[in-house]
């Protein structure tokens, strides 16, 4: 190892290290520290956060980029390292300080004004407010310039490599598929009964349960722990520390139950990374998207499957055997698949998922290459979500004013999630190919070597492959989102009889 590298690493190790304790702050703040505490705890964050901030901007730093860009024969490993520490200097430095440093006071108001206008359900309250927060990230487009289409750029950081053009026609594919598809959904005959599941079911079974379905998934409770929160989680501290939260509403276990599997298939990602990558910076997941992916692997293709149930309806029945008494294993599946078009992105099921999240796309897309203006927002929204979903939002509070991203100013953000499912559908694909009894090791609960396949093609890689050369690699082709397609169409043609 040359000198060089040496201090690269002594770098990348103090930098990781600052980020695990942010880390650990923020997972403190979410899951019980004593409310009085808030002020102290904001003061904390600052400094790691400004510190964190100093150190991927540091002169010296540069120096050590340059340095080492010069050396010869490196390992894949290390230029990657090389190649992350250049693009967070670079999107750090080409943003003057003065510019940043206004756009997160106009974040931290915008949110507040968000939470009062989405209360009152009116728009205009936030609109000054969009409309600067848009304005500054323009700016931002402008300082780091973009090929192509501005939005790409906003992209780049959440899913590097994927572009507009890209998703214009993956999501076009969709929606020529899905539309049609939901209607059909929404006028047949067969509609499922959903009654059982708002019956009171115990937060301590529905915890017990959460627990037993993390160890099924392969989840290890010694490099990890399961606790309560507002919002369900999963944090990655390092690969033996990944921590995963739920939240338990005894009026509808669903909460928790598929809660706990998606931010479980987050944390296998993260728990299975190889600890080789630690001190390059590179033991975390490579993209949103691709986080996404497992995540929703493990909700959709596993925990909502018919295979899953046959193991594991028996099992729940015993937590709460009064309301499940008369609901065959058929209805359960039936009841707890439905689908029908809602108001609320995060409350959708998942045939109507993506239209929520291809109508943000657009309208995001447009802000940026100017062709919709922030005060046009809630009109064509109502306008879309009635082309896509045939349903129309009675006031902004349900409509344009239900996410917090544009608040904060995360545009580039929602289509990772929709790529998420589209990616967890081609893994699935191949899974299945490669393991010709696939349904038979769900149905008999043997999902281990599921787990270890995941992780040899994805989790140990962590960051150093990027979204796109891992999809390629495990499927030989690109973003498609046929196999998607295809399971949707599949799996509601058979639910529904269509
Ligand atoms: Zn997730």
């Not at 707890?336 to 239209?355: F, G, H, Q």
């Not at 999630?417 to 009894?437: D, H, R």
């Amino acid at each position: 190892m040359t000198q060089t590298e040496e201090k690269f690493l002594e770098y990348l190790k103090r930098k990781n290290h600052f980020e695990q304790m942010l880390g650990l702050v923020i997972w403190d703040a979410r899951t019980g520290a004593p409310a009085g505490g808030v002020t102290q705890r904001a003061e904390i964050m600052e400094t790691l956060s400004s510190e964190l901030y100093e150190m991927t901007t540091s002169g010296d730093l540069k120096d050590l980029i340059d340095e080492l860009k010069k050396e010869q024969e490196q390992s894949e490993i290390l230029s990657r390292a090389i190649e992350e520490a250049e693009k967070a200097y670079n999107q750090n430095t080409k943003i003057p300080v003065d510019d940043y440093l206004a756009f997160v006071k106009l974040q931290t108001n915008a949110e507040v004004k968000w939470e009062e206008a989405k209360e009152k359900n009116d728009f205009e309250i936030f609109k000054p407010y969009l409309q600067e927060i848009v304005a500054f990230k323009k700016r931002f487009v402008q300082y780091l310039g973009y090929e192509q289409h501005p939005y790409n750029t906003l992209l780049d950081q959440y899913e590097p490599g994927v572009f507009t053009d890209t998703l214009d026609t993956v999501f076009a594919t969709i929606k020529e598929h899905l539309i049609p598809l939901i209607q059909k959904v929404i006028h047949a005959s067969d509609q499922p009964d959903t009654s059982f599941l708002f019956k009171s079911f115990p937060k301590e079974k529905q915890e017990e349960l959460s627990k037993s379905f993390l160890n099924t998934m392969g989840y290890n409770f010694n490099k990890g722990r399961l606790d309560e929160s507002v919002h369900p989680f999963a944090i990655g501290i390092n690969p033996s520390d990944v921590r995963v939260t739920t939240k338990y509403n005894e009026q509808d276990f669903r909460v928790a139950l598929l809660g706990t599997i998606h931010e479980g298939g987050h944390a296998l990602y993260e728990q299975n990374i190889s600890e080789e990558l630690i001190p390059y910076g590179l033991a975390s997941g490579t993209s949103m998207g691709i986080h996404e992916s497992q995540s929703l692997f493990w909700e959709k293709f596993i925990g909502q499957s018919y295979p899953f149930w046959e193991a594991m309806y028996a099992d729940l029945t015993t937590f709460a055997p009064a309301q499940f008494k008369h609901v065959s294993l058929q209805d359960f599946y039936f009841g707890l698949n439905e689908a029908k078009p809602s108001m609320i992105r995060i409350e959708a099921d998942e045939l109507t998922y993506c239209l929520h999240i291809i109508l943000r796309y657009e309208l995001e897309k447009g802000l940026f290459e100017g062709s919709i203006e922030v005060e046009d927002l809630p009109k064509l929204w109502n306008e879309k979500m009635e082309e896509y979903l045939g349903i129309v939002p009675s006031n902004d509070g349900e409509g344009v004013l239900q996410d917090v991203h544009w608040s904060s100013g995360d545009f580039g953000y929602f289509p990772s999630y929709a790529l998420g499912f589209i990616y967890a559908a081609q893994i699935n694909e191949v899974l299945k190919q490669e393991f010709p009894n696939f349904e038979e090791l769900v149905r008999t609960k043997q999902l281990e070597p599921i787990r270890v396949w995941l992780t040899e093609r994805i989790h140990q890689y962590g960051a150093v492959k990027k979204p796109k050369d891992l999809i390629e690699s495990i499927t030989g082709g690109g973003i498609d989102p046929t196999p998607l397609i295809q399971y949707l169409t599949e799996k509601y043609t058979k639910l529904y009889r269509l």
